[in-house]
């Protein structure tokens, strides 16, 4: 993904992370924002949702997307 494509993606994820309610913010960033085990929850807790985003990598930002369209279906937010 070129990185104009990789941009998008980011600000997309962001303004559909925001709809969510904070437990679903919380654990979407348990789920990417804990390095593959090598942060502890409680700085991944910590982050905000948007630094969570800034790192994810770009291999993933695709199921990321998905994942949160999802959650937003399922909470009739979309």
């Known amino acids: 993904m070129n990185e104009p494509l ?5 600000k ?5 992370l925001a709809k969510l ?4 913010q ?10 593959n085990g090598l942060r502890s929850v409680e700085d991944a807790e910590a982050m905000t949702v948007e630094e969570v985003v800034d790192e994810i990598p770009y291999q993933s930002l695709d ?5 949160v369209q999802n959650t937003l279906k399922k909470q009739g937010k979309t």
């Open 6 to 10: 990789q941009a998008y993606a980011r």
């Open 12 to 16: 997309f994820l962001k303004e559909e």
């Open 21 to 24: 309610p904070p437990d679903n």
């Open 26 to 35: 919380k654990l979407f960033k348990l789920m990417y924002g804990r390095c």
């Open 63 to 67: 199921w990321a997307i998905q994942q």
